[in-house]
């Protein structure tokens, strides 16, 4: 599976973005899928994850209300809703995958095997 991220942009606070990651490969439903941020000359930090069949989804704090996390197994596809962006939402946005082993948070970079290129979201104030 390769994954390709886009959909990042320029936006003011208060504003929305919709981030999608595309799949390649045959075996996509069977990984867990991520979305972290990585903010200039800081970590790059868990955002959400969705199991294979959409059972469970987890939310970093700072993200729980606002970014809601997607997925349609058909296009091979995850997305990242960002609503009511903030300025320290400002980051590059990867996604990732995980071999599902169960039905649970994937909130550790050290949970996933594949990693997108990234996109740059940057919210003005």
């Known amino acids: 599976v390769q994954l390709q991220a886009s959909g990042g942009g320029l936006v003011q606070a208060g504003g929305s973005l919709r981030l999608s990651c595309a799949a390649s490969?045959?075996?996509?439903?069977?990984?867990?899928m991520g979305w972290f941020r990585q903010a200039p000359g800081k970590e790059r930090t868990f955002v959400a994850s969705?199991?294979?069949?959409?059972?469970?989804?987890f939310y970093a704090d700072s993200v729980k209300g606002r970014f809601t996390i997607s997925r349609d197994n058909a296009k091979n596809s995850v997305y990242l809703q960002l609503n009511s962006l903030k300025p320290e939402d400002t980051a590059t946005y990867y996604c990732?995958?995980?071999?599902?082993?169960?039905?649970?948070?994937?909130?550790?970079?050290?949970?996933?095997?594949?990693w997108g290129q990234g996109t740059q979201v940057t919210v003005s104030s």
């Open positions: 990732a995958a995980a071999w599902y082993t169960g039905t649970y948070a994937y909130d550790e970079e050290g949970q996933y095997d594949l």
């Open positions: 490969g045959r075996t996509f439903r069977r990984y867990a």
């Open positions: 969705i199991t294979w069949s959409d059972d469970y989804r």
